[in-house]
């Protein structure tokens, strides 16, 4: 479809491993009991590598499967959970998507609707002709205080989408927003967690009130009603509220969609996002999807799928990402990997992780993108990219163009798991990955299990945390081995 302003592809990521609420409840229950009465199914945890960056960029290499990055020209990154609170996150996720230097990006944060926000700035580009094909990530990995509801409610994960007006799956129909300073929750400067009010006050005085006023300032600007709605997508932790607000609305509440509480949490700004993407997965041209996210105020936004939907080619998604877990009931794992608690490293952790920014810089499109290079003359590639090319027989000198290797195949050529060097999730996995056009480097291993990596085995590369410099706050980046999906 042509001409029309929407959403030309989407992209999801949830990370692999998924807490047991049961273990994480019965481990406070000595402090509270309440807890059990959320101890059903399971929540999405980041592993210690992984953070709101690395999941927003996994769900946008999703979303640009069959297109061009160098066609996106406008990039807004949305969370309320960024790595860097004075460097701007979305330039960070634009060197790993490869997106290119020549374009505007922009960080959206504060607020739980900072991902619709900043997926109707993105159509409002488009439409206004500013951008050409805007591309929106969001991902959130909040914390929360042991023992508290939130723990158990909250969840991680990221949502991507790519905005324009050729091939659209899901047209814009329109939109309506309010903005109200009502605070169900805040977080304050230099705090980490969240500090709630009272839920009955929440759901009675919040969504009762405001999300109803913007699905019907929708309604009244697109002439649409309740029974035009095919997919009700409302992002809340409370029960039973979609269906009754649906119901208020004349929406049919059994067209309200799966918030995925049992399989993922709620993924704070990008949860809407998530829950998007998977309606994507199954709507059928013509259906309407009412989308509304709730947080000081309310965006309500309406789409439409598309007869390009159905050709549309299948992604990993929500539903790839669901069939890719793996239990963890160890909670203290959980909590570790959130610096929740204080673990004795050991002295082979006592070491200053100081990065050189100027080198950083120099060698970006190396350590963000995995960029090497390939000789025009011979085409053999190599990682990292140098002046003199490797390939036998040949040692032509400057003849080497970029090449991209984070989507290439690799094999394990060798490997160790090292329970002497320090790692957060022992023994730390690591070897020489090659791959099948050519090059080969060192490689740190994530999202593996001891006695399941061997040589020859399949991986591919994610994007992912190298290490933290504590001492000053900072943390570096670079791409990392996982096993390849079957």
Known sequence: ???????????????????????????????????MGKAKGERAIANWDEDAITMAVEAGRDCLKGFKAGEVDHLTFAST????????????????????EDMPSSDVTSSQRAG???????????????????????????????????????GDAGAAFLLG???????????????????????????????????????????????????NGVFEKTGLGGA???????????????????????INPEKVRDNLAMTVGEAGTAHAL??????????????????????????????????????????????????????????????????????EKGMRAEKDNKTALSATYRKRDMLYSLIGGKCTKCGTAQFPRSRICVGPNCGEVDSQEPYSFADRPAKVLSWSADFLTYSMDPPQHYGMVTFAEGGRFLADFTDVEPGTVDSGMDVSMVFRIKDFDEKRGFRRYFWKAVPAAT
């Open 116 to 154: 619709t926000s900043a997926l109707l700035a993105g159509l409002n580009a488009v439409a206004g002709g500013s951008a050409n094909c805007a591309m929106i990530i969001s991902a959130d990995n909040r914390k929360a205080r042991a023992a508290s509801a939130q723990e158990l409610n909250f």
């Open 165 to 215: 007006t050729e091939d659209v799956i899901a047209k814009f129909i329109g939109s309506h927003s309010v903005t109200v300073d009502f605070v169900d929750h805040f977080r304050g400067e230099g705090e980490e967690y969240d500090y709630n009010w009272e839920e009955r006050w929440i759901r009675d005085e919040g969504f009762a009130t405001i999300v109803p006023r913007a699905i």
């Open 274 to 343: 998530v829950m998007l993407a998977h309606v994507l997965e199954v709507a059928k041209p013509g259906e309407k999807i009412l989308l509304a996210s709730f947080g000081q105020g309310c965006d309500a936004i309406v789409f439409e799928a598309t007869k390009d939907l159905a050709a549309f080619p299948k992604r990993k998604g929500v539903s790839g990402s669901l069939a890719h877990r793996k239990e963890e009931t160890n909670y203290l794992k959980f909590l570790a990997f959130n610096g929740l608690v204080d673990l």
């Open 228 to 250: 035009d709605i095919d997919h009700f997508v409302m992002p809340c932790t409370f029960r039973g509220v979609p269906q009754k607000t649906a119901a208020k609305c004349g």
């Open 1 to 35: 479809m042509s001409g029309t302003v929407g959403l030309t592809s989407y992209g999801a990521y949830i990370p692999r491993l998924r807490l047991s609420r049961k273990a994480a409840a019965s481990a406070n229950a000595w402090f509270n009991p309440g807890l």
């Open 81 to 100: 959970s960024m790595p860097f609170a004075d460097r701007q996150n979305a330039g960070i996720a634009a060197l790993a998507l490869e997106l290119g």
